[in-house]
């Protein structure tokens, strides 16, 4: 099972939700390519990233690696903006 599919929620999120969350992304992926994010915090998200799909349990732990997920998951949240025809990362079902 991918877990990446988990279906819509019934529960909508407001888009200027949305919108601050892209912005806080942002500011995590820009922290871990500049190296000044603490390790313990790079491997907790890490392992959030695991948990839904957005990083494969068998690659080595790393800042890249966390900030590839989480630039993953703000395409995933512009899909559901609309910003995209079909979803980025999982493309046409």
């Known amino acids: 099972m991918d877990k990446r599919t988990h279906g819509p929620s019934s529960v909508p ?3 200027a939700d949305v919108t601050v969350l892209l912005t806080v992304l942002g500011r995590y992926e820009a922290k871990l390519r500049g190296g ?3 390790p313990t915090a ?3 998200l ?3 990233l695991v948990a839904v799909g ?3 349990e ?3 732990v790393s800042a890249a690696v966390v900030a590839a997920g989480l630039d993953a998951l703000g ?3 512009r899909y ?3 910003e995209y025809p079909v979803d980025p990362i999982s493309g046409p079902r």
């Open 42 to 44: 790079v491997t907790s």
């Open 75 to 77: 395409q995933r949240l």
């Open 13 to 15: 999120i407001a888009v």
């Open 80 to 82: 559901a903006l609309g």
């Open 36 to 38: 000044s994010l603490d």
């Open 46 to 48: 890490w392992g959030r």
């Open 58 to 60: 068998d690659t080595p």
């Open 54 to 56: 957005l990083a494969d």
